[in-house]
């Protein structure tokens, strides 16, 4: 990448609170390859499942359904471990995003200490890499980080923007810059820079307005609206303000 802003910026749905919903209760409803095929329907640019080591939401028999249910491409978050390493190169995703994982959290709650982890993850890139899988790292959008994706040599990093979704007006504006300046020296090195986590219709904007972002990945807020408008409307809704803001 040379740092000009990509032609659309791409929209990428997680559909594991679909799947959460139908664990409630057992059983096969609601489905969250149903999920999948909606958002192929109104535009919707990829589908992004995260397989958790307590399968509490997407379960293994999902990721084929998934992939078989639509063309758009599947991301597949994962912990950096030996058994999801084997699933991602059994159904050879688009992608696999590595992510940091712990049982006790509700949902993954900062970013992956590429840094610290370096002798750890780089088996493991090389082994998706080498498969095909295009790997992506969900990391803070700080330096240390981007420099340790660039040792890597992973071709996509996902920027976190939990603490910019959460900051209040004195912090907002702080935690915005961090995630552009990160996502144009992601993108200065060769790395393309997606971002997510806690974004919403009131708060995407100024994330999609960042020119060298090329996807953005949304999904609990996406399906907590579905509830009450439909998951078509929500993603069409979500898809309008990304392209305002371009």
């Known amino acids: 990448m040379n740092g000009m802003a990509p032609a659309r910026l791409r929209l990428g749905v997680n559909i594991d609170h679909v799947a959460t919903v139908r664990n409630a209760r057992g059983g096969d409803h609601p489905d969250p390859v149903r999920a999948a095929e909606i958002v192929a329907s109104v535009g919707g640019d990829g589908i992004t499942a995260h397989l958790r080591e307590d399968r509490r939401h997407i379960r293994d028999e999902d990721i084929a359904r998934i992939q078989a249910a639509t063309n758009l491409p599947l991301n597949l978050e ?30 993954t709650e900062g970013g992956l200490d590429a840094a610290g ?84 219709y009131d708060n995407v904007q100024p994330v999609a307005a960042i020119p060298q ?11 907590g609206e579905a509830i009450f408008t439909g998951l078509a409307e929500a993603v069409r809704r979500m898809r309008d303000l990304m392209d305002q803001a371009r």
């Open 78 to 107: 994962m912990a950096a471990t030996d058994e999801m390493v084997a699933i991602a190169l059994r159904h050879r995703p688009h992608a696999a995003c590595l992510v940091p994982e712990r049982r006790e959290e509700r949902t």
């Open 117 to 200: 982890q370096h002798n750890r993850l780089a088996p493991i890139v090389a082994r998706l890499s080498d498969a095909g899988i295009r790997v992506s790292l969900f990391i803070a959008p700080d330096p240390i980080q981007i420099e340790a994706a660039i040792r890597l040599g992973a071709p996509v990093v996902e920027l976190h923007t939990g603490e910019y979704a959460h900051a209040g007006d004195d912090t907002r504006a702080h935690e915005l810059r961090r995630i552009a300046e990160m996502a144009a020296l992601a993108a200065r090195n060769g790395i393309e820079p997606h971002a997510g986590h806690g974004l919403t």
């Open 213 to 223: 972002l090329a996807e953005l990945n949304i999904g609990h807020y996406l399906i």
